[in-house]
């Protein structure tokens, strides 16, 4: 018979550690990734840094006021990059934000010597973390940072066009009346202007996209109106900044959704940008393709078909971002 013991009727703690995300910048991304996270559950214990120390602190106890209504555990702020130590994923949204009419290419000198500082340190106190970076121009950036930090491909990526594929499938939604987790559509490319919609591939449910027929307004998914989609996709942040400054509940959604794909280890097929070896003719540059997300980060990028004008549309974007970070000298 097996005895019970007051030990074993009030098992101590759990022995394990607690799931741990840590965000780095806590402005108007970092903190609606950090909500959006707490209130999805993604990790027991997320935490924000920043430099300025008032406003990490405010905003991490502002969220933690609220965990009583969230799978989370903890939320802690500060400016020290030692509350980093241990995470498991690190999210990283550190940098100056687009000006009304910048494009994210333009940002790309200063942020690049922003992640010549702060990369060395969050590799230092959290060197098994898988690092997804947020900061634009997120492509440069990620491949900057895997240059630097020299970890394998897998564990430092980029959230792509994760959100720019959210966009086009909330627009063919509101075309179609279908729900948007019913349309499969992804956007690859740079997340910018030269990004690229992949629309020979798109399904609706798994109806193609070329044989949905008449759409609510009438119209058909001819080029005229793919063209029409797909600019609104590349011009809606300049829309959004335009009006309130930057853009962060749809992004803070996105690296959610990416976190959660990550330490559920959930093998999704998201547009995260990592570094491509002989994808369609393209290597060497960080750029967003269909690629299955899991516990290690980025893995399988998939081959979807392409027409030869989507191929030459990626081939393009490929090349704009690697003359980018020539230029900089990477
Ligand atoms: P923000 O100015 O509101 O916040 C940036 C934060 O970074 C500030 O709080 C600042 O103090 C902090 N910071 C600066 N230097 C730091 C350092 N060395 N260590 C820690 N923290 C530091 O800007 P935002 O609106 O939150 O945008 C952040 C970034 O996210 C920008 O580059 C923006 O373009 C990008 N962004 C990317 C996407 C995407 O889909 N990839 C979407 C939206 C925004």
């Given at each position: 018979?097996?005895?019970?013991?007051?030990?074993?009727?009030?098992?101590?703690?759990?022995?394990?550690?607690?799931?741990?995300?840590?965000?780095?910048?806590?402005?108007?991304?970092?903190?609606?990734?950090?909500?959006?996270?707490?209130m999805?559950?993604?990790?027991?214990?997320?935490v924000?840094?920043d430099?300025?120390?008032?406003?990490?602190?405010?905003?991490?106890?502002?969220?933690?006021?609220?965990?009583?209504?969230?799978?989370c555990?903890?939320?802690?702020?500060?400016?020290?990059?030692?509350?980093?130590?241990?995470?498991?994923?690190?999210?990283?949204?550190?940098?100056?934000?687009?000006?009304?009419?910048?494009?994210?290419?333009?940002?790309?000198?200063?942020?690049?010597?922003l992640?010549k500082?702060i990369v060395p340190?969050?590799?230092?106190?959290?060197?098994?973390a898988?690092?997804?970076?947020?900061?634009?121009?997120?492509?440069?950036?990620?491949?900057?940072?895997?240059?630097?930090?020299?970890?394998?491909?897998?564990?430092?990526?980029?959230?792509?066009?994760?959100?720019?594929t959210?966009?086009?499938?909330?627009?063919?939604?509101?075309e179609?009346?279908?729900?948007?987790?019913n349309?499969?559509?992804?956007v690859a490319?740079?997340?910018?202007?030269?990004?690229?919609?992949?629309?020979?591939?798109?399904?609706?449910?798994?109806?193609?996209?070329?044989?949905?027929?008449?759409?609510?307004t009438?119209?058909?998914?001819?080029?005229?109106?793919?063209?029409?989609l797909?600019?609104?996709?590349?011009?809606?942040?300049?829309?959004?900044?335009e009006?309130?400054g930057?853009?962060?509940?749809?992004i803070?959604?996105s690296?959610?959704?990416?976190?959660?794909?990550?330490?559920?280890?959930?093998?999704?097929?998201?547009t995260?940008?990592?570094?491509l070896?002989?994808?369609?003719?393209?290597?060497?540059v960080?750029?967003?393709?269909?690629?299955?997300?899991g516990?290690?980060?980025a893995?399988?990028?998939?081959?979807?078909?392409?027409?030869?004008?989507?191929?030459?549309?990626?081939?393009?974007?490929?090349?704009?971002?690697?003359?980018?970070?020539r230029?900089l000298?990477?």
């Amino acid at each position: 018979m097996p005895q019970t013991t007051a030990k074993s009727l009030y098992p101590s703690a759990s022995t394990g550690r607690p799931s741990k995300i840590a965000i780095i910048g806590a402005g108007a991304v970092g903190t609606a990734v950090a909500y959006a996270c707490a209130m999805r559950g993604d990790a027991r214990s997320i935490v924000l840094q920043d430099i300025n120390k008032p406003k990490v602190e405010a905003e991490a106890l502002d969220i933690a006021h609220g965990i009583q209504f969230t799978p989370c555990g903890s939320v802690e702020g500060s400016d020290d990059v030692e509350i980093v130590a241990g995470a498991d994923l690190v999210i990283i949204t550190a940098g100056a934000k687009q000006k009304p009419g910048q494009s994210r290419l333009e940002l790309a000198g200063s942020t690049v010597s922003l992640m010549k500082k702060i990369v060395p340190n969050l590799q230092k106190v959290a060197p098994n973390a898988v690092f997804m970076f947020i900061t634009n121009p997120v492509d440069v950036v990620t491949y900057v940072a895997l240059k630097l930090m020299d970890l394998p491909r897998n564990q430092v990526f980029g959230s792509g066009t994760v959100l720019d594929t959210s966009r086009l499938r909330y627009l063919v939604s509101l075309e179609t009346g279908v729900a948007t987790q019913n349309i499969h559509a992804y956007v690859a490319g740079e997340h910018g202007d030269s990004e690229v919609a992949m629309w020979s591939s798109a399904e609706i449910g798994n109806v193609p996209l070329a044989q949905w027929g008449p759409t609510l307004t009438g119209r058909t998914f001819d080029s005229e109106l793919r063209k029409e989609l797909a600019t609104e996709v590349v011009q809606s942040a300049y829309k959004i900044i335009e009006g309130k400054g930057a853009t962060n509940y749809a992004i803070g959604l996105s690296a959610s959704n990416i976190a959660s794909a990550v330490l559920r280890d959930e093998n999704r097929v998201l547009t995260v940008s990592s570094l491509l070896e002989d994808w369609e003719g393209i290597s060497d540059v960080c750029m967003a393709a269909p690629t299955l997300v899991g516990r290690n980060g980025a893995g399988r990028v998939l081959n979807p078909p392409l027409t030869l004008a989507e191929r030459d549309g990626l081939t393009a974007s490929a090349q704009r971002l690697r003359q980018v970070a020539r230029d900089l000298g990477f």
